[in-house]
């Protein structure tokens, strides 16, 4: 069994924390029970203890990042009609493309796509557009966003510390991309974005990994966060068994309110956070619990209702509505 590290809260230092969640590890099925604690002070939930930062690699064997399957979807989105409709919706709707002319009719009959993904181009990181403009992914793993994000016009950079995901965006899409941690970068560029996409739950260091996207950052340059959401309906209604906790590879554990004020302490402002969640987020938890033992009848018709797709779709729009959904991501402007 791999020892773990009893810590004080990440960002305030302070010793007393109370036990929230106590799980296992449901996603790499590493052995052996893992809580996550509220700090008494400031609120911040972690998991603690964690694993040294040494033993780091243990804990995420068979990870499906560490697989780039995820990779054709990307390619495939911009051929033929979607990638009109992206395009198109990119140029009316996000002002890209500022020398192209924009063409009403057009814009009328990508109206109902732009409405179906306007979230989820948000949720996705799209950012507000910047002429000839820089971004910066800090955890970028094979490049599926930054690859994207270049082709809509923007100079990207990564920074990623696992070689073997830095060495295939580098070999494969063309992109450069650092391999250490941020806080000893040395790219020497500025930037209109910095991203950082499902990577502060997983960092030891949260608020130097803000710190660092900060400096990295021009006057004005937004910075986009996409994290878990600890105060979801989803770690709600199935706690221990809630399937975005992925402990303990995540580390951290954000709340709406606690990233915000979190921004706010390190100079940040116009904060604001887009709601949204996946399937996996209500099919895992009821699949780990079936593994466990039987469903209750309310387990029972939750797992009906969520067989349906559209059936999802609403239940997603309730959790957006409530900002319960099981994910967040966050645009923030620097001071
Ligand atoms: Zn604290």
């Known amino acids: 069994m791999n020892k773990l590290n009893t810590i004080n809260c990440n960002l305030c230092g302070s ?89 009403l009719l057009e814009k009328i009959i990508v109206l109902p796509f732009y409405l179906l993904t306007k979230n989820g181009l948000r949720a996705f990181g799209t950012p507000n557009f910047v002429k000839n403009g820089k971004l910066l992914d800090i955890g970028c793993a094979w490049g599926l966003y930054l690859n994207e994000m270049k082709q809509t016009g923007w100079n990207v950079q990564g920074n990623e510390i696992d070689k073997k995901c830095a060495n295939w965006a580098k070999k494969n899409l063309g992109i450069n991309v650092e391999s250490s941690p941020i806080e000893k970068s040395k790219i020497k560029d500025k930037f209109d974005v910095v991203a950082t996409r499902m990577t502060l739950e997983h960092v030891y260091y949260p608020k130097t990994v803000i710190n660092s996207a900060k400096k990295l950052l021009k006057k004005n340059g937004e910075l986009i966060i996409t994290i878990p959401n600890f105060g979801s309906n989803e770690v709600k209604i199935f706690k221990e068994h809630a399937y975005t906790l992925q402990i303990p590879t995540h580390l951290n554990h954000f709340t709406p309110k606690k990233i915000r004020d979190l921004l706010k302490s390190e100079g940040f402002s ?18 780990y619990i079936e593994n466990e033992r039987d469903l209750t ?9 969520f067989k349906q797709k559209i059936l999802r779709r609403v239940y997603f729009l309730f959790d957006r509505a409530s900002h319960g959904s099981s994910r967040m991501t966050i645009f923030a402007q620097k001071d």
Do not use: A
Request: net charge positive; hydrophobic share 30%; proline share 6%.
């Open 270 to 287: 116009k904060i604001k956070i887009i709601f949204w969640s996946n399937d996996h987020d209500i099919l895992k938890p009821l699949n």
């Open 15 to 103: 010793k007393k924390n109370k036990t929230v969640i106590t799980t296992k590890d449901y996603l790499h099925k590493i052995p052996g029970k893992y809580s996550i604690v509220t700090c008494e002070n400031c609120g911040f939930s972690f998991t603690n203890p964690r694993p040294f930062e040494k033993d780091l690699g243990k804990f995420y064997t068979n990870s499906p990042y560490f697989k780039p399957t995820i990779f054709k979807k990307s390619v495939d989105v911009n051929k033929g009609i979607k990638q009109f409709l992206r395009h198109t919706i990119f140029r009316e709707y996000f002002n890209y493309y500022p020398t192209e002319k924009r063409n």
């Open 297 to 305: 009848t309310k387990e029972k018709i939750l797992k009906s209702v």
